[in-house]
């Protein structure tokens, strides 16, 4: 069975400073690929950064980066610098080869930057 | 604007009713799927068409449920005899089409059709 675990409900974090949302995954499947998702108040998914299980580097965009640790199925979202308009909901998720084309989504982090 | 667009972005229907939502994908987008999101959870999958052909479909999708994608462009999804177990937020996003494990395949959403059943 595929599964995306976020166990960070709610995350605080002070202005400029840098944050890590977790996010682990499972899946049997050798070919997958991970995205993270942003999601503000509006309603509207937004694209952020995505990994691929055969990558051997860490996706970084911008001040997004992803750290991906794929013996421990984890693929953390790395936020610098956080801005006050980096407060939404934050989704991470994952695409499996082997069932398909559909998208495995968390629970979500909902992300506070506190000025 | 050439993102995934909604339509309608908010509908409020008596239970019994039947309700159609409108997606219009990216352009040159020949992937489109279908999700649902209640409050305090992620997107969960319902169906997914490539070109016309509606080529998976959840568990979720009950009978009542229905999606068309005619054309291999716009899609809508219907649902009949609505219960108030409906009232969610209905997500449509689009993605290219590819093989190969250096695809990405990340999907691009809509703002999402919020559906409120009383």
């Known amino acids: 069975a595929q599964k995306i675990t976020q166990t960070q409900p709610g995350m605080f974090v002070q202005e400029k400073e840098a944050v890590t949302l977790d996010c682990t995954y499972d899946t049997s499947d050798q070919s997958y690929g991970l995205f993270w998702y942003k999601q503000p108040s509006s309603g509207e998914m937004i694209f952020l950064i995505y990994?691929?299980?055969?990558?051997?580097q860490n996706a970084t965009e911008g001040r997004y980066s992803l750290n991906f640790q794929k013996a421990r199925k984890s693929a953390n979202l790395v936020i610098s610098a956080s801005q006050l308009g980096d407060s939404a909901m934050y989704f991470c998720a994952m695409r499996v080869e082997e069932t398909g084309n559909q998208f495995y989504f968390g629970t979500g982090t909902s992300l506070t930057v506190i000025p | 604007d050439t993102g995934v667009s909604q339509n309608p972005r908010h509908k409020i229907t008596k239970r019994g009713q039947n309700v159609t939502f409108r997606c219009d994908p990216i352009s040159e987008h020949n992937r489109l799927y279908w999700y649902r999101q209640t409050l305090g959870q992620g997107p969960e999958f319902l169906t997914y068409f490539q070109n016309e052909a509606q080529l998976e479909k959840s568990r979720l999708l009950s009978d009542r449920f229905s999606a068309e994608r005619p054309k291999g462009s716009f899609s809508t999804l219907e649902i009949q005899r609505t219960e108030q177990g409906d009232s969610a937020m209905y997500l449509c996003?689009?993605?290219?089409?590819?093989?190969?494990?250096?695809?990405?395949?990340?999907?691009?959403f809509g703002p999402g059709t919020r559906l409120t059943v009383t």
């Open positions: 996003a689009s993605s290219l089409g590819g093989t190969g494990n250096k695809i990405r395949h990340e999907q691009y």
């Open positions: 990994q691929g299980s055969y990558d051997e």
